[in-house]
């Protein structure tokens, strides 16, 4: 099975800084893209960046200039630090993987994390 496990997140003061970490473990033949979501209380999950697998990043509007999204492929691993946060960056951040866990089987699942909470107070 694969399974997806965050660390980081936490409580921090507006403007402050905060990193994100999953790894992905279990059966895996390749990931393709990988990516943190967010979902605050009373609205949808909504992309907050993803990175290839050739390591190009893709960013939400909101959040340009101030995450940056990492990924190491020899550990399997998605980074996501988080500078200059504010308020409205509250949320639960899950991690989200593309994987291929078997050589012949062509197509990739879509993975999630358990999610880890981040609040930013003002």
């Known amino acids: 099975q694969v399974q997806l496990v965050e660390s980081g997140g936490g409580l921090v003061q507006a403007g402050g800084s905060l990193g994100l970490s999953c790894a992905a473990s279990?059966?895996?033949?390749?990931?393709?893209?990988m990516g943190w979501y967010r979902q605050a209380p009373g609205k949808q999950r909504e992309l907050v960046a993803t990175?290839?697998?050739?390591?190009?990043?893709k960013y939400a509007d909101s959040v340009k200039g101030r995450f940056t999204i990492s990924r190491d492929n020899a550990k399997n691993t998605v980074n996501l630090q988080m500078n200059s946060l504010k308020p409205e960056d509250t949320a639960v951040y899950y991690c989200?993987?593309?994987?291929?866990?078997?050589?012949?089987?062509?197509?990739?699942?879509?993975?999630w994390g358990q999610g880890t909470q981040v609040t930013v107070s003002s």
């Open positions: 989200n993987a593309d994987i291929r866990q078997y050589s012949y089987i062509a197509y990739s699942r879509s993975y």
């Open positions: 279990g059966r895996l033949f390749s990931i393709s893209a």
């Open positions: 990175i290839t697998s050739g390591s190009t990043p």
